[in-house]
Nanobody, 125 residues
Framework: QVHLVESGGGLVQAGGSLRLSCTVS????????IAWFRQAPGKEREGVSC????????YYSDSVKGRFTISRDNAKNTLYLQMNSLKPEDTAIYYC??????????????????WGQGTQVTVSS
């Protein structure tokens, strides 16, 4: 009964912005971390950012730090990823995922049990 549904992907030019959303249901949020990952064709799935639901602690990969911002709306059970100054290398399918708090900041896909279906982000030059 755990569901994560991403939305907000699309086509944007380099330097532009996009906001992704992930609606989450069926989780005890106080004990979970919710994260964004991405996967480009032919590449490994890469951790982007995560948030500890209780306490509002956030973590970012070096490749997006300073450009992306993760946040959540507790009332709406929704996770967001605000992406600014987008680059062509940001092109990927973006997934939201939920897992235990332990080691979540390391952004390892194997630590996250529940996954959404993904939303495509394409950045043109």
């Amino acid at each position: 009964q755990v569901h994560l549904v991403e939305s907000g992907g699309g086509l944007v030019q380099a330097g532009g912005s996009l906001r992704l959303s992930c609606t989450v249901s069926g989780l005890p949020f106080n004990h979970y971390a919710i994260a964004w990952f991405r996967q480009a064709p032919g590449k490994e799935r890469e951790g982007v950012s995560c948030i500890i639901w209780s306490g509002d602690r956030t973590y970012y990969s070096d490749s997006v730090k300073g450009r992306f911002t993760i946040s959540r709306d507790n009332a709406k059970n929704t996770l967001y990823l605000q992406m600014n100054s987008l680059k062509p290398e940001d092109t990927a399918i973006y997934y939201c995922a939920a897992g235990n708090v332990f080691n979540a900041r390391l952004l390892m896909p194997s630590d996250f049990r529940y996954w959404g279906q993904g939303t495509q982000v394409t950045v043109s030059s």
